[in-house]
């Protein structure tokens, strides 16, 4: 029989594994390409798991991240199941917590990403992989901010109508920062609502439009400039400042290609 493994998820439960989990369910999407990353093929994931793309189409969904679909996880009888505290509804989670293993992150920043790849390490035996994927990433985030001279006032929106912006203590906020942009938003935390004086009055010198939640596009873009002809407005892609797995780890190289069509 396998030896009993006791773990502490990033929110300060325990749980109990009896060797590498097989059967494993993510909640998160970050995550869930981590394990793909990892060799791990999850027996379920939620619909917004779209990477790796060539798996995606034949794998089992279990829902959204908000509205995971219970008695379909309950059928899949998972060894472990791994969420996230701001992705997940805390209801369901305590749902299963109570009757599976489920390892929960809580990421704000790019050191809590590293303390969850470790931690995934650990759990599934691949510590020397996740050593790597540390200090690759570690490396590159520190060419970037050697390189990058700073763009100061970035306001960073991920929705509109209205508008949301980012503000302190959130992982978006700590990549901006290690990237070497300056939040415009300095006295407001997690994601503050934003009118459209609010905007004109933090007046940025940038306005980075994230792909997700809400999908910004070039209409939007152009309109959004119309409205702040102060700053310069630029599509982003919000997984590269969003999602704290193994993508993370090309996040630098998508910034300076970013500052470059920015400079140019």
């Keep these: 029989m396998s030896q ?13 594994l009896r060797g590498i989990p097989k059967k494993v369910v993510s909640l998160v999407p970050s995550q869930t390409e981590l394990l793909y990353y990892r060799g791990v093929r999850p027996i379920g994931q939620t619909v917004f798991c779209i990477h790796p793309s060539d798996e995606f189409k034949n794998a089992k969904k279990i ?3 908000k509205k995971l679909q219970l008695d379909a996880i309950r059928a899949s009888q998972p060894d472990l199941i791994i969420g996230n505290k701001e ?3 805390a209801d369901q989670i305590k749902t299963l917590q109570a009757e599976f293993p489920v390892w929960m992150s809580d990421i704000n ?12 390490g650990h759990i599934f035996h691949k510590t020397s992989l996740t050593d790597k994927l540390i200090f690759d990433t570690e490396r590159a985030f520190n060419r970037l901010i050697t390189t990058n001279s700073g763009i100061n006032d970035v306001l960073y929106l991920i929705w509109k109508d209205p508008y949301y912006g980012v503000g302190l203590n959130t992982f978006i906020h700590d990549v901006l920062e290690k990237s070497g942009f300056k939040n415009a938003i300095q006295n407001q935390a997690r994601y503050p609502e934003l009118s459209v004086s609010d905007i004109r009055n933090i007046n ?3 306005i980075f439009l994230s792909s997700e939640p809400f999908p910004f596009k070039e ?3 152009s309109a959004i400039a119309d409205q702040f002809p102060n700053s310069t407005v630029v599509l982003v892609d919000g997984e ?3 999602w704290y797995g193994s993508r993370l780890q090309h ?3 998508y910034i300076n290609k970013l500052l470059s069509e920015i400079d140019s």
């Excluded at 009993?4 to 325990?14: F, K, N, R, S």
């Design 240 to 242: 590269m400042f969003s």
């Design 251 to 253: 996040t630098p190289t």
């Design 219 to 221: 209409a939007h873009q």
């Design 204 to 206: 940025p010198s940038y």
């Design 109 to 120: 920043t790019i050191n809590d990403s590293y303390d969850m790849l470790r931690s995934m």
């Design 63 to 65: 829902g959204g991240t």
């Design 4 to 16: 009993l493994h006791h773990y502490t998820d990033q929110m300060g439960h325990q749980i109990e």
């Design 87 to 89: 992705e997940n509804e």
